[in-house]
């Protein structure tokens, strides 16, 4: 538990959170967190031990680009797909922003944190998700997790790590087979999103946007690099951008994602449609 916290508190961002990193070490140590809630943007979710949960208790800003790309891509009565939906910072706007008649499909592989995800879904009040706790891969079968103290960063991996489950695995093209149309999904699967691709090319087809963290390291760990997952996404017609802020995408190059740690690109099949209709400069 004391790595656990010592991680998790480290995640706030700036000096000026040193007192909300000290009331959130205790609050998880003693677990008098589960009595809390965050609140972040226009929703609210349970404070479970959990590394995002601690993140947003110190910063309730923390990923507020997740929160932004979701909320604007997103129209009443879409479809949005979530893999690796954690403890729901992303499914619950995105839940929020398709209203009663949209459709929001969310998986994640840890039990414990599936559990946690599904608690917020129902705090929330929302009856339009979807959850299924199970990895995503390039097929049907079971894989190994990871079941490392920082959980937002738990990916498959061999069963060589000293910590780990086994969890079913299923692709999103048998999940999702009879879905016609996804206006967004979101894939953050700490390196192993062309495993993803791979089982996903026809529901990618019919995807008009994909949101996706790009991390040299952790595709790494696969065998993979940054320029073969661009390529694999602009080959399946969509055009790659890095979100310089609110306002502005720039096309996306391979140089710089390289020398960034990781970074959230957005690839879209009609840039420009998406640029007039949300008032976005595109370079």
Same mark, same amino acid.
């Given at each position: 538990m004391r790595n656990f916290v010592t991680k998790v508190i480290a995640r706030?961002?700036?000096?000026?959170?040193?007192?909300?990193?000290l009331w959130a070490m205790f609050l998880i140590r003693t677990r008098l967190c589960n009595l809390l809630t965050i609140q972040i943007q226009d929703y609210r979710i349970k404070f479970h031990p959990a590394a995002i949960s601690g993140a947003f208790f110190v910063d309730p800003n923390d990923r507020v680009q997740d929160y932004v790309v979701i909320r604007r891509q997103l129209r009443p009565g879409d479809t949005y797909v979530d893999v690796g939906a954690n403890v729901g910072t992303t499914v619950i706007p995105a839940a929020m922003a398709v209203g009663p008649q949209?459709?929001?499909?969310?998986?994640?592989?840890?039990?414990?944190?599936?559990?946690?995800?599904?608690?917020n879904i129902i705090f929330n009040g929302l009856t339009n998700v979807t959850v299924k706790q199970c990895a995503i891969d390039k097929a049907r079968g079971e894989v190994f997790l990871t079941d490392a103290?920082?959980?937002d960063t738990n990916s498959i991996a061999d069963r060589s790590?000293?910590?780990?489950?086994?969890?079913r695995a299923y692709s999103l093209d048998e999940l999702? @087979?009879? =879905?016609?149309?996804? #206006?967004?999904?979101?894939?953050?699967?700490?390196? %192993?999103? @062309?495993? =993803?691709?791979?089982? #996903?090319?026809?529901?990618?087809?019919?995807?008009? %946007?994909?949101y996706i963290e790009v991390s040299k390291s952790a595709l790494g760990k696969f065998g993979n690099t940054v320029p073969e997952l661009i390529e694999n996404i602009t080959a399946m017609g969509y055009t790659v951008y890095r979100i310089v802020n609110h306002h502005t995408l720039r096309e996306v190059s391979i140089d710089g994602l390289l020398a960034k740690t990781h970074s959230n690109v957005l690839a879209l099949r009609?840039?420009?449609?998406?640029?007039?209709?949300?008032?976005?400069?595109?370079g």
């Open positions: 706030a961002r700036t000096p000026r959170h040193t007192g909300k990193r949209g459709k929001v499909y969310a998986y994640e592989p840890h039990p414990r944190i599936a559990f946690f995800l599904q608690e103290s920082m959980d790590q000293p910590k780990g489950i086994s969890v999702l @087979l009879d =879905v016609n149309e996804i #206006a967004l999904m979101k894939v953050d699967v700490e390196g %192993a999103e @062309l495993r =993803v691709i791979a089982g #996903a090319r026809a529901t990618i087809m019919k995807t008009q %946007a994909l009609q840039p420009l449609e998406f640029a007039h209709r949300h008032g976005i400069d595109l």
